[in-house]
């Protein structure tokens, strides 16, 4: 079955962190790039990350710039999403996503149309 699965979702203090991981499964994530995605209660689900299928290219929204980082490693086929500082409005639903891009343009990760979608993996910050 092709998928992508997060896990390391959990319970942290603000202030604290959390590392996420994405892993697929069925296919090789080489010619992927990959974001991350987060829905909060009553809300708009909104694109946190993206990392390029070279891992040279990133994009972050505002409100996670300085305190999380993405990072992918082809060699496990996962890609990750470090968390710092954490802070209560971070508490979200996380979603990984993939979207097949042409070896043309290894740097890019800005994409409309994500080809895979994970379940979901719950983060919950306390203050």
């Known amino acids: 079955q092709l998928q992508v699965v997060e896990s390391g979702g959990g319970l942290a203090q603000s202030g604290g962190s959390l590392r996420l991981s994405c892993t697929a499964s069925?296919?090789?994530?080489?010619?992927?790039?990959i974001g991350w995605f987060r829905q909060a209660p009553g809300k708009e689900r909104e694109e946190v990350t993206c990392i390029s299928r070279s891992g040279q290219g990133t994009n972050y929204v505002d409100a996670v710039k300085g305190r999380f980082t993405i990072s992918r490693d082809n060699a496990k086929n996962t890609a990750y999403l470090q968390m710092n500082s954490l802070k209560p409005e971070d508490t979200a639903i996380y979603f990984c996503t993939a979207a097949r891009l042409p070896s043309v343009i290894p740097d890019e990760c800005r994409v409309t149309t994500w080809d895979y979608w994970g379940q979901g993996t719950q983060v919950t910050v306390s203050s």
């Open positions: 069925g296919f090789s994530l080489d010619s992927y790039a």
